[in-house]
């Protein structure tokens, strides 16, 4: 709880590049952080003001797959669902 407060704390002052590395880190800690889910939603608005919307998709879409039953699974559906629409892959440059 401690490092999760830390890390929305630096975020919430804009030192985002020490935020997110501790929010990646719980995200890593094995055995799995009880707080995974809730440092996922904090790097993925860090990478939504970064104007990252794929990869906060990526983190988003990793944690509501692991469906750990955290309280903070309603924000991250909420933030994944706020999301532009992903690129087409198939989508071809307008023609000049």
């Known amino acids: 709880a401690a490092r999760l407060a830390q890390a929305n704390q630096l975020a919430a002052s804009g030192d985002r590049p020490l935020a997110q590395n501790l929010y990646l880190r719980m995200m890593s800690a094995q055995p799995s952080d009880p707080f995974r889910t809730a440092a996922a939603v904090g790097l993925a608005r860090i990478q939504i003001q970064e104007n990252r919307p794929e990869a906060a998709r990526q983190v988003l879409n ?20 706020s999301l532009p629409p992903p690129p087409s892959p198939t989508a071809q440059p307008p023609a000049k």
């Open 62 to 81: 990793e944690i509501v797959s692991a469906n750990t039953g955290s309280s903070f699974l309603p924000e991250a559906r909420s933030l994944l669902d």
